[in-house]
Each structure stands twice: as C-alpha cells, then as structure tokens.
C-alpha cells in the first residue's frame, strides 16, 4: 500500500470513460513519416507546420551555436544566463513582428505565464476568450486578477462584459488565442482592438498557431490584421511552425524593459539553450526570404480539407491549416485514432476532453509543408475506409 495509490483509481477511471491517451514514443525525426516503435507512421498530428523541426540548414544553426557556446545557459537570464543570442533574437522578433521590442522565454507556455502577471494584478480585471488555451488560463490565475470569461467569437458578449465590469479594475485587459489550436478558426482581432481602445483596455494576443502560418511571410495574426501599432502584446511560440523550442512576448520597449525586471520565468528559471536560439533565428531568416514552404503548407491544407469533406466528414469551422476531424463522441474516437493507427499505419491523436469541451471529441488533423500531396491522399483515403468500417460517415 503506498499513499499514492489514488492514482491507479484515477487512472482507472480515466481509462472507463475512454479518455486515457495513449503516448507515443517516437524514434526519428519529426517529418512526414516517423518511426514508432518498428515501424513507419504517417505523420500527421505533430506542428510542424513548415518542416522546419529537421530542416538541414536550421540543424546545422544549432550545431553552429552548440559548438560555440554549448549546451547549457547556465543560469537564468538577469544573472549570467543572457547570452548574445538572446539579445539578436530579441531585436529579430521583434522586427519580424513589426513590434517595437520583445523578450525571449524557454517556452510559449513560460512566455504566458511570465506576462500576465507583469500587466494585470489583484486590483484589474481580465477578460479572456472562452476557448483560450490552458498557458493563458492559468497564467491570468496567478495574476490574481479579477476574471471574466467572454463566449468564444463573440464581440457583443465581450462588450457586455466590459460595459458591466471594467470599472472593476483599475487596469484591464482583454486576452485571446488568435487562431484557436483545436478548432483553427480566427479571433477577430480588428474588434478586439476596437473595444479595447473604446473601455481602456489592453489587447494580448497569443499567435502560437498563427506564427510561420498567417501574415506576409509568415509574420502571424497581428500582421495579417495590419494591427501592430494597435495591439499592446503579441506573444508567441518557437515550437510550432519555427520548429525548436522558447517563446516570446513583444511589445513597446517600456513594457519588454519591465519583463526583464519582473516576469517570473525570466527571474527564476534558466535561460533558452543556445542551439534552439540560433535554430530560431534560422528559421526566422529562412521566412523572411522564402515563402514556399509557407504556400505549400496551405496548398496540402485545401487538399486535405476539401477530400475529407467529399467523403462526408465535418471538418469544423477552421480558417487555418489546423483540420478537426469532428466526431462528438470520445470513445468512437480513441477507436477510429487506433483504427488509423493499427491498420493504416496513420498517426493521427485523438484530441479529447478536458482539452476540448465533453462530447466534442475530435481527430486533430496538421498537414505540414514536409507532406507531399500524395501523403495527403494516403491519410484522406484511410479516414474514408477507417470511417466507413466504424459507421462515421456512410
Ligand atoms: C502550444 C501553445 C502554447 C505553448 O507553447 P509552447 O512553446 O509549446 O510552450 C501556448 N499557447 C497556445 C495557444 C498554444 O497553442
């Protein structure tokens, strides 16, 4: 008898109600095929948006940067974990993103939780999208600030809120995922900002799955809205489309200076290798001076879209390359994710409850720029028979 013994009952519970996710371990290279266990699977649940996570010249970047400083930062930013790197790729993001300046963190998950609690505390009030991913959520947690919840995609209810509950806060700030990762539709940032100016508010955006997707280049949803003079923070990620590791928040100068001296990821805990920084770096030059793999991962997203609708699937309402496969129910599922996988040789995740709401279980589906259209067929022809063979579509 150990006193952790509650976990099997959790774990057992999970397991009745179809909703223990079964991980993978993978043994290559992320790409449009991978290795798991002894075999080859068709990759298409990781986001790798553009192929950058094994891109030869971004490796080679971080070869570079690893035989030049090493592994390790060695300590945290403000003691002795700043490293020139940090400051190039600081002043690159921040020129990318038509922002006046940014900070690095060693994650997107870091970047949120360290600004949050920079720009809002117990005296303001927050409203954060229903949809918001779980970084953001917590994040206005640990500002202690006083939150409310607007519907998801709809400015009138944000209105209300703020008309109802901004004299609560001495500050106040409205917070948003731009694309929302497990549906891929847009938030309408152009409105935000409006209503943000119209109650004193300011506007944060988190671009994750809008960086390396959307904008000139790649540049993300602040610059696909034209909005960089508008909205007061642009937050975002290297580990999706720029394909390594950190994250960043950008803003006016003022603000990033006041990061550095407060956010609690920047204070506390160790500074972004230099390998992924320099990877980051590269991947951000190869944007700027090539949009091919950018059109590429657009042109497989229609592909891949437009055959699973022919087939009879709902793929959502994405505005995005992200594609739910939409089936409500968790255990159907995890049975059609295993079909996928141990038939067809598809690894596709089931995506389900607490990180979609309950009955909207779904198979999240991310084409790359690695993909070829051919490999977009094969994963469209799988869902069709795997599909038939549960009673998915008809
Ligand atoms: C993935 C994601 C994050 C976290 O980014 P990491 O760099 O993986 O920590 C934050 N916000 C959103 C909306 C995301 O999709």
């Given at each position: ?153 709809d400015m009138d209810d944000l ?123 590269k991947a951000i030059s190869i ?38 496969v939409m089936i409500g129910s ?65």
């Amino acid at each position: 008898m150990k006193r952790t013994d509650w976990a099997k009952d959790e774990i057992e519970s999970l397991k009745q109600e179809g909703r223990y996710i079964p991980i993978r371990t993978i043994g290559s290279p992320q790409g449009p095929y991978v290795r798991i266990e002894s075999d080859t699977y068709l990759n298409m649940c990781s986001n790798n948006y553009l192929g950058f996570a094994n891109h030869p010249d971004i490796r080679r970047a971080a070869i570079e940067a690893i035989e030049k400083y090493g592994v390790g930062a060695g300590a945290v930013r403000s003691i002795a974990g700043t490293i020139d790197l940090h400051r190039q790729l600081e002043e690159k993001v921040a020129e990318f993103k038509h922002m006046e300046g940014a900070v690095v963190y060693q994650g997107g998950l870091l970047a949120n939780i360290a600004a949050v609690p920079v720009l809002v505390n117990k005296q303001d009030v927050v409203f954060s999208e229903e949809l918001n991913h779980a970084s953001i959520i917590d994040a206005v947690r640990l500002s202690s600030a006083r939150k409310y919840v607007y519907k998801h995609m709809d400015m009138d209810d944000l209105e209300r809120n703020l008309k109802e509950h901004r004299r609560e806060g001495k500050k106040a700030l409205i917070i948003s995922d731009g694309v929302f990762s497990m549906d891929g539709d847009i938030t309408p940032l152009k409105e935000i900002t409006e209503l943000g100016e119209r109650y004193d508010a300011m506007v944060y955006v988190d671009d994750a799955h809008g960086e390396g997707v959307l904008g000139d280049h790649g540049r993300g949803i602040v610059d696909h809205f034209h909005l960089s003079d508008r909205v007061d923070v642009e937050m975002g990620t290297f580990s999706k489309a720029l394909g390594s590791m950190g994250g960043f928040v950008s803003g006016s100068s003022s603000l990033m200076d006041l990061m550095k001296q407060r956010s609690r990821p920047f204070l506390f805990s160790s500074a972004l290798n230099a390998g992924d920084t320099a990877a980051v770096m590269k991947a951000i030059s190869i944007l700027e001076h090539d949009d091919t793999p950018l059109k590429r991962l657009w042109s497989n997203a229609e592909k891949l879209k437009n055959e699973l609708a022919d087939f009879g699937f709902d793929t959502g309402k994405s505005k995005t390359p992200i594609t739910p496969v939409m089936i409500g129910s968790e255990k159907k599922t995890l049975e059609l994710s295993q079909l996928l996988y141990k038939e067809y040789k598809i690894f596709a995740s089931p995506i389900v409850y607490p990180t979609v709401p309950r009955g909207t279980a779904r198979i999240r589906l991310m084409p790359s720029a690695a993909h070829s259209p051919d490999d977009i067929s094969i994963a469209t022809e799988a869902f069709r028979k795997a599909g038939r063979s549960l009673g998915i579509i008809s």
